[in-house]
């Protein structure tokens, strides 16, 4: 909560700071007899003498200043100290005074913004009246705007902030905003009032440049990267670029603008400002963004590794794995004199070695995978021989298969079989499919499903190795993998399909 009041202080002070640049701005850079000319028509219109900066500057700053440390006085410190403390009564007498001194600055202030009123007004009094009842109109539109934006901040911290917060959309869709908001502002400065048409070219350049922004974050760059030509990269933002010279046409149309100077003007400002500072701004706060999301998806990745590895050694290197391939060797080896039983301690080492060194690497050969899988129903295959009601079909093509992918990427949904669709009284029956292409790996298992209560004891969902596997598959292979996974009372079928790049021989 802190941090998002933070924020909001620091979005009312960029808002204060951007007003007060824009009434400073105008006192540095026009000539102030243009200035006395331009905001004191009125005053002359009623025979009242008009000084800009008495009547002008240093209201409208004493204006917002009050707004802006009456804003951050209740929103930082009464509303969470007392009111969202149930400490009303307090509060209340607190918000007293805040209300009082806003209103008070206010009603100083408009005496002297609208001065010329004592040239229509007969008295001081009515003067002073009219400006009183403006300034508590004001104040109490101020006091109903922050209510609406307080409920609607409880609204969303309250039903949609958990679930978009974390939304790398969502921040994204902050900062756009705030640098395109922050770009129309800025033109708007610039703009002097005493001329509409000066105005309206202004304020269609800052939309312009607003919109060019928008579409170089979220159309030029990105599919730059995918094409990686410039040639093509420069006719797009041309293209773009074109469209400015319908829009500053139609704000020509709707000013009025005079011989054409202002449409001529605004072509000018809105190219140069587009290739000098929109576009090169836009390009470093894309690379800057994927430069974060890309080290955010290794870190994601390399963690996802780490934590599937020791998931994974948990989930397989359990009690029940070694003490049935234990016993499996051990009854093999007084009915068969050792023979089977080498190959099966062979066949468990090569497993382990698998897990203890394979395992930890970024990719490994198909092939590797494949030996791992074939050794490890190899040794169900003796835990369960003799038992004609288990059927177990493997069918592993491996022509073709001269890819790398992660390591235990397969490994999850054999295991899962074998852990849930193998019993020793019930009809049972797995089936294993691996073949390949130049492009693409297709895996299909399909086991019946026999669950038993020690087993539902272990683990009460179905399958962390597949929860598991299905994570990898999004972080490692996003948009380069299809997983059908589909379940009924007594089935499960799994398929998998990885697209692979030939050149590589990799999962891409």
């Known amino acids: 909560m802190n941090k998002i009041r933070r924020t909001e202080f620091g979005i009312a002070t960029g808002i204060f700071l951007l007003i007060l640049f824009s009434l400073l701005y105008k006192s540095v850079v026009y000539n102030v007899f243009d200035l006395q000319r331009d905001y004191g028509w009125k005053f002359a219109r009623y025979h009242q003498v008009f000084d800009y900066y008495k009547h002008y500057l ?34 209340a007498l607190l918000s007293f005074p805040v209300l009082m001194s806003l209103f008070f ?20 009094r009515g003067v002073h009246t009219h400006c009183a009842k403006a300034a508590f109109l004001l104040t109490f539109f101020y006091v109903v705007v ?34 395109m908001a922050g770009i129309i502002m800025f033109w708007l ?29 979220h159309r030029l760059y990105p599919r730059y990267l995918v094409h990686r030509n410039k040639k093509v990269l420069v006719q797009e933002m041309i293209g773009f670029w074109a469209l400015s010279f319908i829009w500053m046409l139609l704000t020509a149309v709707q000013g009025s603008f005079n011989s054409g100077a202002y449409y001529a003007a605004g072509l000018v400002i809105t190219t140069l400002v587009t290739a000098i500072a929109i576009l090169p701004v836009a390009w470093w706060i894309f690379t800057a963004r994927n430069a974060r999301a890309s080290t955010l998806q290794g870190l994601r990745q390399a963690l996802t590794h780490t934590e599937a590895g020791l998931d994974f050694l948990r989930w397989q290197i ?30 468990l080492g090569d497993m382990m070695r698998f897990m203890l060194h394979d395992n930890t690497l970024e990719s490994i050969p198909l092939e590797k995978e494949i030996a791992y899988l074939q050794n490890y129903i190899a040794l169900q295959r003796l835990r369960t021989q ?41 009809k049972s029956r797995i089936n294993l499919s691996l073949s390949c292409t130049n492009d693409k790996i297709y895996f299909d298992v399909y086991n019946s499903i026999h669950v038993n209560k020690s087993v539902e004891i272990e683990n009460e969902s179905m399958g962390i190795g597949i929860n598991n596997v299905r994570q990898r598959l999004n972080l490692l292979y996003p948009g380069k993998h299809d997983l059908n996974i589909r379940e009924t009372g007594t089935e499960f079928f799994v398929h998998l399909t990885l697209v692979v790049d030939p050149a590589k021989n990799d999962v891409i």
Not at 189 to 198: E, I, L, S, T
Not at 393 to 399: F, G, H, P, T
């Open 189 to 217: 400065m610039v703009a002097r009032n005493d001329d509409r048409g000066f105005v309206l070219m202004i304020f269609s350049v800052g939309v312009f440049c607003a919109f060019m922004y928008f579409v170089a974050m």
């Open 318 to 347: 359990n009690p029940h794995f070694l003490f049935n391939a234990l016993n499996t060797l051990y009854g093999t080896a007084l009915q068969e004199q050792a023979t089977a039983t080498g190959q099966g301690i062979q066949q």
């Open 146 to 179: 922050y209510l609406i934006y307080y409920a609607g901040r409880y609204l969303f911290l309250t039903y949609a902030y958990e679930r978009v917060v974390n939304k790398s959309w969502f921040r994204q869709s902050l900062v756009d905003g705030a640098v």
């Open 105 to 124: 600055i206010i009603w100083v202030s408009d005496t002297w913004l609208y001065g010329y009123l004592f040239g229509v007004y007969k008295t001081v």
């Open 58 to 91: 240093f209201p409208l700053l004493a204006h917002i200043a009050i707004v802006y440390f009456s804003f951050v006085f209740v929103h930082g410190v009464l509303v969470p100290r007392f009111y969202e403390k149930q400490r009303y009564t307090l509060g």
């Open 386 to 426: 003799g038992t004609p009601d288990i059927i177990i079909d493997v069918n592993i093509d491996e022509a073709l298969c001269e890819h790398n992918i992660a390591p235990m990427l397969l490994i999850p949904f054999v295991e899962n079989a074998f852990k849930y669709g193998i019993s020793q009284r019930n």
